[in-house]
């Protein structure tokens, strides 16, 4: 498994590779024309940008470096346990006023009956 940044930029330049063998597709079936321009070259612009994503994501710059952070497995891994215990506390925290309520409405139910 690669880290979270190689894997998009794997991701983003395969896509931009793919949208450049589809340019060379269309320009080779006279679908696209390069003197005139036209709905294929958008491929032609979505694959420079894929291929520019991919480039800065493997570099760990960009916008796309918060999503994709450069880490290592093991700070992943410690990343999202911490995370993992964090949620598990806030939900244990939860849980408790939760309790704590319920006990509370209860015994004002109790007293209101008497």
């Known amino acids: ?30 679908r ?6 036209n709905i294929g070259h958008l491929l032609l612009i979505s694959a420079i940008v894929c291929l520019f994503f991919a480039y800065v994501t493997r570099k760990g710059i960009g916008p796309l470096s918060s999503l994709f952070p450069n880490e290592s497995l093991e700070e992943l891994s410690e990343r999202i ?3 993992f215990h964090e949620e598990e506390k806030y939900e244990r925290v939860s849980n408790a006023w939760a309790e704590l309520e319920a006990t509370v409405l209860t015994s004002e139910l109790v ?3 008497e």
């Open 81 to 83: 346990q911490s995370e």
């Open 1 to 30: 498994m690669h880290a979270p940044h190689k894997a998009a930029s794997y991701l983003l330049g395969g896509l931009g590779m793919g949208l450049l063998v589809a340019t060379g597709f269309a320009l080779q079936q006279d």
């Open 32 to 37: 696209m024309s390069i003197t005139e321009f």
């Open 111 to 113: 007293e209101g009956e």
